[in-house]
């Protein structure tokens, strides 16, 4: 009984720690983006995260990708998924949009490659994929409402819309070229393609010089270690034991709660639209995942068992390294 009880608590552990590393990204990084340079923390943090994981690859003696054209499409992923998500998502934390409304809109990411992959990937949605996109969109329109007719900074806001655009575009150009590298090395390969183009960016924007402060080099730290390290594993260790649809449906949590963590650490409030807009929009990304799903799962009987097994055998390799 007392094992059972140890289990379930550690199970539920797993969970509740990944949401919250996940939403103090948005949390810390809004505390570090008014430090100091927001482009020059972005690049120590990817600096940093890629030695790590560097070393943490070669230790483990990961296998590293052998075709050249694998690595040329990891940098340019991570470029996408990093330096200019990252890039544009801090300068938007810096002029003082919400942690919380900038996580809500960066989470509309499946609804974005949802509407991307019918007319690049000839996808066809179903109608409740089509009224989730509706619902999503519509859910961030309510959010937002409030913020903008109070005055807030629209180039901020344009800043968070194109950290979603890199999100996306990342996923997409990833989905396109069929990736399966191994978790750990493809995303130090990553993070070295963002550290190379994020250091001259943040030299052009308000240099590598981050202040002797408290804020600014624990930021830096949690951001480096806890957040970019912390995340990837318990990423790992969720894709090990709970499969894919584990983490992505986890994701829905991380917008009320870094909006619900803001109030009391960063004095953000979060107005009726917001909570309003994340329960709509959450429904949404709800219906368009749930009837992909649906969808993938009736293919995959459709197909013989041994042309499954054989499709299916890349991508599990990679997650089991």
């Not at 009837?291 to 054989?310: I, Q």
Request: charged share 10%; glycine share 14%; hydrophobic share 50%.
């Amino acid at each position: 009984m007392i094992t059972a009880k140890i289990r379930s608590m550690a199970g539920l552990a797993l969970p509740v720690a990944f949401v919250l590393i996940w939403s103090s990204g948005y949390l810390v990084g809004t505390i570090g983006a008014h430090a100091g340079p927001p482009l020059g923390l972005l690049a120590w943090r990817f600096t940093i995260g890629f030695a790590v994981l560097a070393a943490i690859s070669l230790a483990a003696r990961a296998p590293w990708p052998s075709e050249p054209r694998t690595w040329l499409h990891l940098l340019a992923i991570g470029i996408l998924l990093q330096t200019v998500q990252f890039g544009t998502l801090y300068l938007a934390l810096g002029r003082g949009v919400p942690a919380g409304l900038s996580s809500l809109i960066i989470s509309a990411c499946p609804l974005v490659v949802g509407a991307a992959a019918v007319p690049l990937f000839g996808e066809r949605l179903t109608g409740p994929q089509w009224l989730g996109l509706a619902l999503g969109l519509a859910g961030v329109g309510i959010s937002l409402t409030e913020k903008l007719a109070g005055g807030g900074e629209p180039a901020g806001y344009a800043l968070v819309g194109l950290a979603l655009a890199a999100f996306a575009a990342g996923t997409l150009y990833q989905k396109a070229v069929g990736l399966t590298a191994d978790l750990r090395t493809g995303t130090t390969i990553q993070l070295f393609g963002a550290m190379v183009t994020g250091i001259p960016l943040a030299l052009l924007h308000g240099g590598m010089r981050l202040p002797p402060t408290a804020p600014a080099i624990g930021s830096l730290a949690w951001l480096a270690t806890v957040n970019s390290i912390g995340s990837f594993t318990l990423l790992f260790v969720l894709l090990r034991t709970r499969g894919g649809g584990a983490a992505t449906s986890l994701l829905y949590l991380v917008p009320p709660v870094t909006a619900l963590l803001g109030m009391p650490l960063l004095g953000q409030g979060a107005g009726w639209s917001v909570f309003a807009g994340m329960a709509v929009s959450g429904a949404g990304v709800v219906l368009v995942l749930r009837a992909g799903a649906s969808r993938t799962e009736e293919a995959r009987a459709a197909e013989p068992p041994g042309k499954e097994a054989g499709a299916r055998r890349p991508r599990e390799e990679s997650v089991r390294h």
